[in-house]
């Protein structure tokens, strides 16, 4: 993961699911796996809303970009660098754990933050936790983080006003006893 201004960004390796030491066969395998189950011509299901079709296509557009830049060994050359520059780039402020966090469930989303020294915070909610692989769920009083196995062991968040990042770590499955913020 990376993260940019007040977002978190998948690599074009993440999209494609392949390491970052891959080689080109592997990443083309990875592609043509991911392009035949999310292009546009496959989901023909009538019963799709509209919002898991656009879904499907903007995920079919990060394929196809993470593969054009893939896919070509200067412009992978090119990116690779940037990646290395923009991770060392990042200014850590400190690590902090779930149990860190204050957690709010406001019905759809679950938002996590971490108070920042300049003021502000340090945001993530649900639907990004699950863009990375993570699941978070609250039942009564009891708060629950589920992973995936290829979850990477932390995940960078930016202050929403200052240049300051947090690295929350991320330790597996965890159950935690808090008081949730309604």
């Known amino acids: 993961m990376i993260s940019s201004s007040n977002f978190i960004h998948k690599t074009h390796y993440e999209i494609l699911g392949v390491k970052e030491d891959a080689d080109f066969e592997e990443i083309r395998k990875a592609y043509r796996s991911a392009i035949l189950c999310f292009h546009p011509d ?3 299901k009538p019963s799709e809303t509209s919002n898991s079709k656009c879904l499907t296509e903007n995920k079919f557009l990060e394929i196809q970009r993470a593969w054009e830049t893939l896919g070509n060994p ?3 050359a090119l990116y690779d660098g940037e990646l290395l520059a923009l991770r060392q780039d990042v200014a850590i402020a400190e690590y902090v754990s779930l ?3 204050t957690i709010q469930d406001s019905g759809d989303v679950i938002e996590l933050s971490y108070p920042c020294r ?3 915070h340090y945001f993530i909610d649900s639907l990004e936790l699950a863009d990375t692989g993570c699941s978070i769920s609250i039942e009564g009083c009891t ?3 589920l992973t995936s196995k290829s979850l990477p062991a ?4 930016p202050c929403g ?3 300051l990042k947090v690295r929350l770590l991320i330790n597996g499955d965890t159950r935690l006893h808090r008081d949730v913020h309604l």
Do not use: Y
């Not at 932390?154 to 968040?157: N, P, R």
């Open 99 to 101: 149990e860190d966090l």
């Open 143 to 145: 708060v629950f983080l």
């Open 161 to 163: 006003s200052c240049s």
């Open 42 to 44: 496959k989901q023909q």
């Open 74 to 76: 200067r412009s992978r």
């Open 154 to 157: 932390f995940i960078v968040l």
């Open 118 to 120: 300049c003021g502000d």
